[in-house]
């Protein structure tokens, strides 16, 4: 059973920065687990695709149009982790995190999180003005 821990969530204030951090407890299946991505809901609202990146052979990565220009998504592979770099946050940006992994048909442009396999805790991340 894969696990996945966050980490790098709080409190910033609008235009701010966060980094969140995800890794993953074993190395990359592309039947499994190589597609690693980030998600998020804010109360009241539906569950929302953030970016995706997969990091089996030829590696390649997605980020929603909504975020596009201030997110970015990286992995470092010795760790099995993903990062997600938030810069110029805004005030709707506001919601909870989650991680996700599975296996690599799970990417995907839609950044659809329904073919994922592995959901971490979630970690919540606040934008004030």
């Known amino acids: 059973q894969v696990q996945l821990a966050e980490s790098g969530g709080g409190s910033v204030q609008a235009g701010g920065s966060l980094r969140l951090s995800c890794v993953r407890s074993?190395?990359?299946?592309?039947?499994?687990?190589?597609?690693m991505g980030w998600f998020r809901q804010a109360p009241g609202k539906e569950r929302e695709g953030v970016a995706s990146?997969?990091?089996?052979?030829?590696?390649?990565?997605v980020v929603a149009d909504s975020v596009k220009g201030r997110f970015t998504i990286s992995q470092d592979i010795p760790k099995n982790t993903v990062i997600l770099e938030m810069n110029r946050l805004e005030l709707e940006d506001t919601a909870m995190y989650y991680c996700?992994?599975?296996?690599?048909?799970?990417?995907?442009?839609?950044?659809?999180?329904?073919?994922?396999?592995?959901w971490g805790e979630g970690i919540s991340v606040t934008v004030s003005s």
């Open positions: 996700a992994a599975g296996p690599r048909y799970a990417c995907s442009t839609s950044l659809s999180g329904a073919r994922m396999r592995y």
């Open positions: 074993e190395d990359a299946s592309q039947y499994d687990n190589a597609c």
């Open positions: 990146i997969y990091t089996g052979a030829s590696p390649w990565s």
